[in-house]
């Protein structure tokens, strides 16, 4: 039996009937990320004596028949963006190298609460400012199916742990596709729940009315299983909602007869690439042979969905990271005066895209300003925010590519940061509605790179994508293929 290439879902299972242990699986997870670290920079960090010591205490449990949780013995990496205890968190900066939180961020907290097993830290773009890892300020994540890819950003370590075999569930966050972009990148399952379903603590900000933590993983099931633990009300996170929690696994094995599939026209323009155009036409043909009903819809502001997030997330960036001064947990640079530590820390420990982005977010508030860039943008994301309300009165799902082409090359886009950001053309405007979202393999290009299908719901109905993506999936073998 070769655990790597079990889903979430079945491991689960074999570790409570005893089958396979929580230790040899962590082993297994710890031995694969050894092996294949190096040549695919999925993880910045390991957790090798406490994942350890958490899998024997999962064993000792099941020993005395102690009720195991829902995810007992279930190897995890988390992005390192999410802080935890007594481990290194560096956002992918150079400015946290040294830091170690001394306390979980909520959903770390659930997730070992329900007896996962938290085995590293995984690579990102710098403060999560990135669409391909190539920020991340100690080296790049590699895409497992053609290391000469990126694998997205900027949760492109927790795509590439999965997709590699190296854990079979990651932790991600999203601001503006960062995981769904990875995960359509590089052949997984990627779910961006709706802003404040699930607890923003313990969260490095980057822009916190647009962040949101979601799972990565093989499959809509193993989605939803996850989803059932880091879920809920948390009175830490002010945004966090107090809608009640459904069972996501609840209707994943439903058919999708009369589910009402709305094909977003505004996400096939000429930036399309015609193999990824072909695979998610594919896909409807699938959805539609499952009983759902398809029909054409417009978002028409979605067109400036991209120039509203590069105001909006900017700006909420130059206030968040604005604590990292030199003063208390971050490193320092060594000055002769106050000013000149602010200076010289941020100028040394701060990489170019996250100097970029602060610059242009602290010019966007200036005063003089704010009224023709934050406060317009602003007003443009309410308008996305109408479309997808008009838009779900006569459908249930929002369907389109999550990403116009498949992975692009190393460098590439190094001299054109438009290109870069264009990336996530299909993705900014579900962060900007605060609506769920996830992507899903479903096909591959001439290069057997990976494509990716996006579902959207309206605000909290998670469980009708993932029983979408499910249903898919299950007359589908896209997700169970995996890179050599």
């Known amino acids: ?257 009369g589910v009402k599939i709305g094909v977003c026209v505004d996400h096939f323009g000429d930036g399309v690439s015609e193999s990824v155009r072909a695979k998610v036409d594919a896909a409807i043909e699938v959805l539609k042979a499952l009983g759902a009903e398809t029909q054409e819809i417009q978002l028409p502001y979605t067109k400036y969905a991209i120039a509203a997030y590069y105001v909006i997330a900017p700006c909420e960036a130059s206030s968040n990271l604005s604590r990292f001064d030199g003063v208390r947990y971050t490193n320092r640079s060594a000055a002769a005066n106050l000013a000149d530590m602010y200076t010289h820390t941020r100028g040394e420990f701060f990489g170019n895209e996250v100097k970029n982005r602060i610059l242009l977010g602290t010019y966007a508030l200036s005063s003089g300003y704010y009224d023709a860039y934050y406060l317009k943008a602003s007003k443009v994301r309410r308008m996305i925010k109408n479309d997808y309300d008009k838009a779900f009165a006569s459908v249930d799902l929002i369907l389109g590519p999550t990403v116009p082409s498949t992975a692009f090359k190393f460098g590439e886009h190094a001299a054109d940061p438009i290109a870069m950001y264009l990336a996530d053309i299909y993705t900014v405007s579900a962060n900007l509605a605060g609506v769920p979202a996830i992507s899903i393999p479903c096909g591959f290009d001439d290069a057997q790179l990976p494509i990716g299908l996006q579902l959207q719901a309206n605000r909290f109905n998670e469980s009708a994508i993932l029983q979408a993506a499910h249903q898919y999936q299950t007359q589908t073998d896209f997700h169970l293929r995996r890179p050599e």
Request: proline share 5%; glycine share 10%; aromatic share 6%.
């Open 1 to 257: 039996m070769q655990i790597e290439n079990l889903s979430a879902v079945e491991i689960v299972a074999k570790i409570k009937s005893g089958e396979v242990t929580a230790v040899q699986c962590a082993e297994h997870f710890l031995g694969r990320t050894g092996e294949l670290n190096d040549a695919n920079g999925a993880y910045l960090s390991t957790c090798d004596a406490a994942a350890m010591a958490a899998a024997e205490a999962v064993d000792a449990d099941r020993a005395v028949g102690k009720t195991l949780g829902p995810l007992a013995g279930l190897p995890v990496a988390v992005k390192d963006g999410i802080c935890t205890r007594d481990q290194t968190t560096t956002a992918g900066s150079k400015m946290l190298s040294k830091f170690v939180p001394s306390y979980d961020a909520t959903i770390v907290q659930k997730l070992k609460s329900a007896g996962a097993i938290v085995i590293g830290k995984t690579n990102m773009d710098e403060f999560a400012m990135g669409s391909s890892t190539e920020s991340s300020a100690y080296f790049p994540a590699k895409n497992p199916w053609n290391h000469d890819h990126v694998p997205g950003g900027s949760s492109g370590g927790s795509a590439t742990a999965v997709a590699a075999a190296m854990a079979p569930v990651s932790i991600g966050s999203d601001t503006g596709g960062s995981i769904r972009q990875p995960a359509s990148f590089c052949g997984i399952t990627g779910l961006k729940p709706t802003y404040g379903r699930v607890s923003r603590f313990g969260l490095i900000a980057f822009a916190s009315s647009l962040d949101q933590i979601g799972p990565m993983t093989h499959t809509a099931e193993d989605a939803a299983l996850v989803m059932q633990t880091i879920a809920g009300h948390d009175p830490r996170d002010s945004t966090s909602a107090v809608d009640a929690v459904p069972d996501f696994s609840a209707t994943l094995n439903q058919r999708l007869d």
